[in-house]
């Protein structure tokens, strides 16, 4: 079948439910020589249409999970569903999935057209289909004007959207991308970020995104999962994931710049409960301070994103028990804000503040912080204190 067309309208329209597959991993394992264990009890399970980006550091296990969702790689233990289907020992050939890789493998002797009709000419597709899905996801993908060129005539982004393309005339359930804009320069990778978001909302098809680059996860993913070392960190939406995360790790890989760290003491007085150090003392907000009274008198790291600093008479945070005082190393203007770089008791703070503050190397500043917005998480296991995933979003995670 051909990709679904509203024939009163003549425009696309997304795929019927049978036409798209739910992903499902149970208690997944990847092992190398029974030594190294690459992805451990590894559980997702995805909703039709939705796409979800594994985002972690280098050798985290997100690229090896989407290899063996893929077939390219042998489940060690545990079960991969795609729809009701069990595919542990299904070849990746049947598993009706495509797979844009961060290498654009194009054929250089052929052309843009051939290279995209290559693999349905190997399924033994008849002409006609070939011709009408390669001109159509051409159309989709705006490289219809360029199927006669050699890949060594296009640029990164054209060879892109040609490795696109040769996924989409597959029709295939779901589809993976395993870094795929990384090839590109930075201006390319936004533009390509944008088209990749429009073409999984148009064609409505289960997407399994790979990336290290947490800004590509942040502006791509429905869910995205969180992976250190192996393991799962957190599942959840790009806006919970920022605002509640879980663990000290989840907190400073989201968001960029990343979140501040500042270990801390815990003082109660009265009513009121308090971050303390060299230099501040910074009340907490009622909801945090509910927990903070268990670590009273015990050290703490209070984490603050570089957002939700202020330079003291340049910002709307009003000063109430939240100053934090350093001295500048380094400023970075970026036009509407400037980040500073501010040493604080010797670990350094970074604070995204007003454009036009006036404020340079060596300056001692008093920084007011937004203490609605403030976390903390305990030293030893690193895990939040105050503050739980919202429960829907935990039940969508389903993990």
Not at 44 to 69: A, N
Not at 224 to 241: A, H, R, T, Y
Not at 253 to 270: A, L, Y
Request: glycine fraction near 8%; charge should be neutral.
């Amino acid at each position: 079948m051909g990709l679904p067309q509203d024939s009163q309208r003549g425009k696309r329209v997304l795929p019927k439910e049978g036409q798209m597959a739910k992903i499902k991993l149970e208690h997944v394992y990847k092992r190398y020589g029974g030594k190294v264990t690459a992805v451990k009890d590894f559980n997702l399970e995805t909703e039709d249409g939705e796409f979800v980006v594994f985002v972690g550091p280098s050798g985290c296990g997100k690229t090896t999970t989407l290899r063996m969702i893929a077939g390219l790689e042998d489940i060690t233990e545990g079960q991969l569903f795609i729809g009701d289907r069990l595919v542990n020992d299904v070849p990746p050939k049947d598993r009706d999935i495509a797979m844009v890789f961060q290498n654009y493998a194009l054929y250089p002797h052929m052309n843009v057209y051939e290279n995209m009709a290559f693999g349905l000419r190997l399924r033994k597709v008849h002409k006609d289909e070939i011709d009408r899905r390669v001109k159509e996801a051409a159309r989709i993908i705006k490289i219809d004007h360029l199927l006669q060129r050699k890949p060594r005539e296009l640029s990164g982004g054209q060879r892109q959207r040609v490795a696109m393309g040769r996924a989409i005339v597959r029709e295939p359930k779901v589809f993976l991308f395993d870094e795929p804009l990384s090839n590109l320069d930075a201006k390319l990778r936004v533009e390509m970020r944008a088209e990749i978001s429009k073409l999984q909302r148009r064609l409505g098809v289960t997407t399994v995104y790979v990336t290290h680059d947490q800004v590509e996860a942040m502006t791509l993913g429905t869910r995205i999962v969180v992976m250190k070392d192996g393991e799962v960190l957190q599942v959840d939406s790009p806006l919970n994931l920022y605002d509640f995360p879980e663990t000290k790790f989840v907190a400073g890989f989201i968001g960029s710049p990343s979140m501040n760290f500042i270990r801390s003491r815990v003082v109660t007085e009265g009513e009121h409960v308090y971050f303390t150090g060299e230099g501040f003392k910074v009340r907490a907000n009622p909801t945090l301070a509910t927990n903070l009274r268990a670590y009273n008198g015990k050290e703490v790291w209070m984490g603050i994103r570089p957002e939700h600093l202020g330079h003291k008479g340049w910002t709307p945070i009003p000063e109430d028990n939240n100053v934090v005082r350093g001295k500048v190393e380094v400023v970075e203007p970026l036009g509407a804000d400037t980040e500073i770089h501010v040493d604080v008791m010797g670990g350094m703070v970074t604070a995204k503040v007003d454009g036009h503050a006036m404020v340079l190397p060596g300056d001692s500043v008093e920084l007011l912080v937004d203490t609605s917005k403030l976390h903390a998480f305990d030293v030893d296991s690193e895990k939040a204190i105050g503050h739980a995933t919202l429960p829907t979003s935990r039940e969508k995670a389903k993990v």
